[in-house]
C-alpha cells in the first residue's frame, strides 16, 4: 500500500491474469488481510507468495532500494499460470467412471 496525495491509500490486487490492479482506499476502510497458507491449495500459495514478494518489493522501493524486481514478476506469472490450470473438482469430473468419484 501507498498514501496518495488525498489521503487515500493505494492497494494492490492480484487479478488471475496476474496483473496487479490496484484502488485507491480510504484508511477507515482498511482490514489487514493476507492470504492463508493451505497445504493442498496451489491457487492460494501462488497468492500468497506473490503478494508478500509484492509488499518486500513497495517495502524497500519507498527506501530509494531496489528489491528482487525479477521474483515480483515470477509469483505474479505463477499465480496467473495457476488460476489457467483446471480446478481439483474439475480435474476429479473428467475423471469420474462413476456417480460416487463425484460424490464427496
Not at 482498511?30 to 501462488?46: G, H, M, N, S
Not at 530509494?64 to 490450470?85: I, Q
Request: hydrophobic content about 30%; overall charge neutral.
Amino acid at each position: 500500500m501507498q498514501k496518495n496525495i488525498c489521503g487515500q491509500m493505494i492497494c494492490y490486487k492480484l487479478t488471475e491474469s496476474g496483473i496487479w490492479s490496484h484502488e485507491h482506499i480510504n484508511p477507515l476502510y482498511l482490514e489487514v488481510e493476507f492470504p492463508t497458507y493451505i497445504e493442498d491449495d496451489p491457487k492460494r500459495q501462488a497468492l500468497r507468495y506473490a503478494t508478500e514478494t509484492l509488499g518486500d518489493y513497495l517495502s524497500h522501493k519507498s527506501n530509494g532500494k531496489e528489491f528482487c524486481p525479477d521474483l515480483v514478476l515470477k509469483y505474479a506469472r505463477k499465480y496467473a499460470e495457476v488460476c489457467r490450470e483446471k480446478s481439483l473438482s474439475e480435474k476429479m469430473l473428467e475423471k469420474a467412471k462413476k456417480p460416487e468419484d463425484i460424490m464427496l
